[in-house]
């Protein structure tokens, strides 16, 4: 894979974090998210020059011949493409991004099976075929059109079969509308279900009714209970939205956990339709009651226990695995997402956004592609290219960079230092914990 252009880094950037833990004093190499131990000596002189620290943290982070420039930009294959198959929903959240699956008029009708095969055609063609390949449905609610989702299945699942690929599924859906026959394609394929549950029964309601008003938890409730029961071949976790009016975090989660979900992440609103938002007071709120969560789950896994809150759990697999990246996710790079009309755009935020557009299931936009890259590349943002954190966080989400602010950036780095200290405390006392984790699962 060729860079197909660089973007320089700064010179003023950090090339280090000093923090410590429960465990010792620590040095964070910020290219390639390298982590050393320091004895009390050496850490006390670091912290005295910080210039000679810089240098000290600049030759032992270094590219290797086997890592990837990180100021590369690079056009990879697409591995992964998620399909808006419905344009509508049965619920009537108010902070919905998508507008129930219309984005706001850009998406009127349905997808149809021919324009979903031809996007997985598309895939499956230029797709690196050693590595795993995803296919996900989205709306509105994407059960709403049930019958695409099981043919594209079937569909993808023979064409992988006949090409000796590695397929894998996903679904995001409000799971109210789950029957019978989803909970068994989900359980016969490698199916990756999120389910969008905001708390216990009072939170749930009030932020996701459905469209007549009442609530949908007993149903969700209902309806989800024999895929957690019995997930087969599935993994299912929930999403829980964190609005600006409530940072209730820890009974909400243990509500979606006493329901069976095995793991549930926290998505807090930076941007939404209805304007509940955080606003730059509520950062510090949300980051300590994220923060008193992790604390738990950090106490479970020094028990030999799982970690259920996804944010925390990916946070320290990332921090485990070296992960360094310019970009916060894949958009534009591996991942597309495709709108009912054919067209494949960066993300599937930006439905009808013709700033994401790069093509469709015929051919993609290279130029257009690589000018998309070049501008969110990590390093072309003023703010984040001289931040320690560059590397982890990238600057966020594509979609949400207009209402970053200070407060949001710092929620960010203390999160992360929250997450440096934990893993040298967790991989000190628990190194299990990491081995266990990486293990490819079947």
């Known amino acids: 894979m060729l860079a197909v252009s660089v973007v320089p880094g700064s010179p ?11 465990a010792g004093e620590h040095l964070l190499v910020v ?26 943290a600049a030759a032992l982070g270094e590219t290797s011949e086997l890592e990837a420039d990180l100021a590369a930009v690079v056009t990879p294959a697409p591995q992964s493409l998620s399909l808006n198959v419905s344009s509508s929903c049965n619920l009537s959240c108010g902070y919905c991004y998508a507008d129930r699956g219309a984005f706001g008029g850009a998406q009127a009708a349905t997808m149809q099976t021919v324009v979903a095969e031809q ?112 997930p087969g071949r599935a993994q299912v976790a929930a999403r829980m939205t964190v609005r600006c009016d409530r940072f209730d975090l820890e009974p909400r989660l243990n509500a979606i956990w006493s329901l069976g979900f095995p793991e549930a992440g926290v998505a807090p609103l930076r941007v939404a339709a209805d304007g509940s ?13 994220l923060i008193a969560v992790a604390s738990r789950e950090l106490e479970r896994a020094m028990r030999g226990l799982p970690i259920r809150l996804t944010n925390f759990a990916v946070a320290l697999r990332q921090i485990h695995a070296g992960a360094s990246s310019p970009y916060p996710c894949g958009a534009g790079g591996g991942y597309f997402s495709v709108a009912a009309d054919g067209d494949w755009y960066a993300c599937h935020r930006a439905i ?45 989400c594509h979609q949400e960079t207009g209402a970053r602010s200070v407060a949001s950036c710092n929620f960010i780095r203390d999160w992360l230092d929250f997450c440096l200290a934990s893993y040298c405390e967790l991989s000190s006392t ?3 914990h990491f081995a266990h984790r990486l293990k490819p699962k079947a």
């Open 277 to 289: 938002e955080l606003r730059d007071d509520a950062w510090p709120i949300y980051r300590d009651a």
């Open 12 to 22: 003023q950037a950090p090339n280090y974090r000093r923090f410590r833990s429960g």
């Open 31 to 56: 290219p390639h998210t390298r982590i050393f131990d320091l004895s009390h000596a050496l850490a006390a002189s670091l912290d005295v020059d910080v210039q000679a620290a810089d240098r000290f």
């Open 430 to 432: 628990r190194p299990d």
């Open 119 to 230: 996007a997985v055609e598309r895939l499956l063609a230029v797709a690196d075929p050693a590595r795993p390949i995803t296919i996900g449905f989205l709306g509105g609610e994407p059960l709403r059109n049930r019958d695409l989702v099981h043919a594209i299945v079937h569909f993808a699942g023979g064409r992988a079969q006949q090409q000796k690929l590695d397929v894998r599924f996903s679904i995001t859906t409000n799971g109210t509308l789950i029957a019978d026959s989803d909970i068994k394609l989900f359980r016969d394929h490698r199916f990756a279900v999120t389910i969008s549950i905001d708390g216990d029964a009072v939170a749930h309601d009030a932020q996701r009714p459905l469209r007549n008003g009442s609530g949908s938890f007993a149903r969700l409730a209902k309806r989800a209970a024999p895929l957690l029961a019995d």
């Open 352 to 396: 009808g956004d013709k700033r994401y557009r790069l093509g469709s299931s015929a051919a993609l936009d290279e130029s257009g592609r690589r000018s998309f890259l070049e501008a969110r590349h990590v390093h072309a943002k003023a703010d984040c290219r001289i931040c320690w954190a560059r590397y982890l966080c990238a600057g966020g």
